[in-house]
């Protein structure tokens, strides 16, 4: 009894020291004839059977349709987020206002990553989300036609709330549509364009933001933003009539499981890597670190022996991934002000063009990672970037003139993979988390928040210069967490410098032992024989 339902577990995908106790009752009890198999044990749930296609499967022209298709969704959030940063001066001369009170924008685009995301659906999210945001852009003509600040705050939630949406659908589609091994090089080709975008937004911003007569009025704002709700409204109906190939979580777990990695098997908050992945994109420094090899490695007795520092994994996750899109954002939004407080002859509307030009290094650094992430291990690459974020950021809080200038365009290029190499580390291997995982990595976007606001209260009160020293923490996060996954990688399998499939990998190794040493039913049976193991069922 004790080996048929050893056998039984195997085959179900299961481990069975794991399964509590009814579980273990109802697999070893006898069935009546005719009676109905223990859910567990129903076919129609095992990974083998899943339906759907794992990425990996589909064909060349039907990958090269997905990717160019859901690519555009890129362009479209990349183009609302370069005309948010430069709105933030532009509002201070129309209507007035401190630096802090213009990061309300940043606080209701960014918080609404943090409300929305959730509840995004990977495909019926594009449609909701490219709705959102056609609504949102349509709503800045009555408030800019009656000056109402509070109306544009708005306005700017409902298109967060929009791309929060676009931004778990692409980023989780992007980076399963193919060989895991080039997910961060795809992810981080698809968020060039995104750069491409954000170039375009200040451009058109100092031509008809800042020049003239349109400086002091909202006339300008209001057809640019008609424009982009035309954008998305042209988008939607093409999304309608063009139907993606799906990606289901069963096949993506089904992949995983014939190459013998069950990660997935372990309940979501188990999955360390994506809730540290989650913290990446907020900070902890050292502690972090520690904590995050522990829990991986099992190294402490006393944290072995207890559940408290799961839970501590899980809060230092939340905090970590809020930092670094907030240190992200936190850089671009007083860019413009920054460059204007250098005291080297620039106005806003040169600052606006050159705050474009950061936008081009910044997608520059995106598409110099695609190359680099072919050949490079994603988080050691992110270590390198990570660390060099770090000394930038203080290059460009404390370096004087033109010094100053030169590091916040070296910290933009450096920042560049961060994000994407962070998503997808943080949900490899999920398998039927994917979907989850995806959301929450993407609800770390609302760290994005409070960063704004708080460098801008120290601009008030000291420098826009000084006020670098709080996206600094969050660059420091990165670093840690980029560290701590090659610690993690070096301790299990030894450094690696080269980037690898490791799916592709197992199966290669499977493939070059014989039958009987890779058949599952075998393995139980020598398993069922130890007395620990028949005790633990």
Known sequence: AHRTAAIMLDHAGLAAPTLCLSSAIQFITPQRPGAPLPAECDASRLPAMASGSNGIELSRSQTAFAFALVTLLFFTWGFAYGLLDVLNAHFQTVFGISKTESTLLQLAYFGAYLVFSPFAGMFKGIHLGLTLYSLGAIFFWPSAKFEKYGGFVGCTFVIGCGLSCLEVAANSYISILGSPKYAAARLNFSQGFQGVASFAGPMIASRWFF???????????????????????????????????????????????????????????????????????????????????????????????????????????????????????????????????????????????????????????????????????????????????????????????????????????FESICYPVIFTLGTKNLGRHTKRGSSLIVMGVGGGAWYPPAAASIADRDTTAHSYIVPFSGYVAVAVYAAGLVIDQAVKGGFRFRSIDEIEQRRAQMEKQPAYDRSPPFEVEKKANDEEFVESV
């Not at 042209?234 to 993506?252: K, M, Q, R, S």
């Open 211 to 413: 020049l003239g007569r349109n400086a002091t009025t909202l006339d300008t704002v209001q057809w640019v933003y008609l424009a982009v709700a035309g954008l998305g409204i042209v988008l939607n109906t093409l999304f309608y009539f063009c139907h993606l190939p799906e990606i289901t979580g069963d096949a993506l777990a089904a992949e995983m499981h014939d190459v013998g990695i069950d990660t997935d098997q372990e309940p979501f908050w188990k999955q360390y890597h994506c809730i540290f992945g989650w913290c990446v994109s907020h900070h902890c420094e050292i502690l972090l670190l520690l904590i995050f090899v522990i829990a991986r490695q099992g190294g402490a007795d006393c944290c072995k022996s207890y559940f408290w520092h799961r839970s501590i994994c899980i809060l230092f996750g939340v905090y970590t991934k809020f930092s670094l899109r907030g240190a992200q954002v936190a850089v671009a939004a007083l860019a413009v002000n920054y460059l204007v407080g250098q005291n080297i002859g620039i106005d806003k509307s040169q600052a606006s063009q050159l705050f474009s030009y950061c936008q081009i290094t910044f997608t520059v650094g995106r598409f110099v990672g695609v190359v680099l992430l072919r050949y490079v291990d994603p988080a050691l690459l992110l270590t390198i970037y990570g660390v060099c974020c770090t000394v930038f950021s203080l290059g460009v809080a404390y370096g004087p003139g033109r010094a100053g200038v030169g590091c916040l365009f070296a910290l933009f290029f």
